[in-house]
């Protein structure tokens, strides 16, 4: 691709709305290249973000000639697709944003001029600057390509089973961000486990409290206790779970449990580092509240320990007062666990 390197592809490639684009930010996984540039660079870091973008621009077919098979290069259909998105755009903007050189910009809108594609005259606010519109020709030209573009991805999709699409949109959706350092707005849900999600539950248990906090295998060993009981015992009406996904990707868990015949059990409450600051956390205690009063609980209960700030103050907005805490050394640390509960 003697045009645009794959680099100044992913640099210049903003367009969240273009599928091809999406996949762009996949095949720059930046975030490596970042840090490979900085003291810690290493040469392994280099080579896999090498080898990584001659897979992706080989997987997506921008090696072979002109673009999805039309007349047109990567860049050429770059430009064109910046310029569907308003009505009219000056040229001194457009170089900005696709981030190109002058001239040749410059000779790829004179053969756009050429094919009829787009129109140019001067601004009637400035005479020095020249403003484009795509012609009618120019946007079926695009709505082409686009449907081009959304037909070679959805391919590559089909062929992926549900848990590999998730795992690729995520990692797609880190390295924009990583990229771009300013992540967007996102929304979650929250649904029903199902299956395979309770062995990320324990997964993703063990991982995160080992990290963030150092605790030792025995507290993923009490997290598969406490999940395979709920599995098997679980009475449908009493008790619940919930998974929070965002962006088709489990991001947080619930549970709620019989304690006795009036009192619920909040557990497992979790919420991965990299969406926090949404809202899921108090979003899943406040299913759970909902849930506990429609079983006919009157009270609810949670075990935690006391380092694990972020979920105290999300117990403590929903209404939970502390009870008692007491010291003892369990997963591998000096602990003081806190018991808390509230009325319902």
């Known amino acids: 691709m003697s045009e645009l390197t794959v680099e100044e592809w992913v640099r210049t490639n903003k367009l969240a ?15 490596d290249m970042g840090a490979a540039a900085g003291p810690a660079a290493d040469g392994a870091a280099v080579a896999a973000v090498r080898g990584f973008n001659r897979f992706y621009t080989n997987a ?30 000056e040229v001194t903007d457009l170089r900005r944003t696709v981030d190109i050189d002058p001239g040749y910009l410059s ?34 030209v695009v709505a082409g390509l686009d449907t081009r573009s959304a037909e070679q991805v959805r391919d590559m999709l089909a062929a992926l089973c549900d848990d590999d699409r998730r795992r690729l949109l995520d990692a797609m959706r880190v390295v924009t961000e ?3 350092g300013s992540p967007q707005p996102r ?16 997964q993703r248990n063990g991982a995160l409290y080992a990290e963030e906090f150092g605790w030792d295998a025995s507290y993923e060993a009490l997290v ?5 009981d709920y599995v098997e015992k679980r009475d449908p009406v009493a008790e619940a779970a919930w998974i929070a996904e965002v962006d088709g990707v489990p991001a947080g868990c619930v549970f709620c449990v019989r304690e006795d015949a009036s009192t619920a059990r909040l557990r497992l409450l979790l919420v991965e580092p990299w969406a926090r600051g949404l809202g899921i956390g108090g979003r899943l205690v406040d299913e759970v509240l909902r849930f506990a009063r429609r079983a006919g ?24 007062t502390l009870d008692d805490e007491s010291r003892h050394h369990s997963f591998g640390k000096d602990l003081t666990s806190q018991n808390w509960s509230r009325h319902l």
């Not at 403003?131 to 120019?138: F, Y």
């Not at 929304?187 to 324990?202: C, K």
């Open 17 to 31: 709305s273009d599928n091809t684009e999406a996949a762009t930010g996949k095949a720059g996984p930046a975030d």
């Open 60 to 89: 997506l077919g921008l090696l072979r000639g002109k673009y999805l098979d039309t007349p047109y290069s990567l860049t050429e259909a770059r430009l064109l697709f910046e310029l569907a998105q308003r009505d009219t755009s």
């Open 107 to 140: 000779r790829i809108l004179a053969r756009f001029e050429s094919d009829g594609v787009i129109a140019r005259q001067r601004s009637a606010a400035d005479g020095r600057r020249q403003v484009i519109q795509l012609t009618g020709s120019g946007r079926e």
């Open 178 to 180: 990583t990229l771009t």
């Open 187 to 202: 929304g979650y849900l929250l649904r029903e486990p199902r299956p395979g999600d309770m062995g990320w539950v324990v």
């Open 224 to 228: 598969a206790r406490i999940v395979a």
């Open 297 to 320: 609980y009157s009270r609810i209960t949670l075990w935690t320990n006391d380092v694990l700030a972020d979920a105290r103050r999300i117990y403590q907005r929903a209404g939970f």
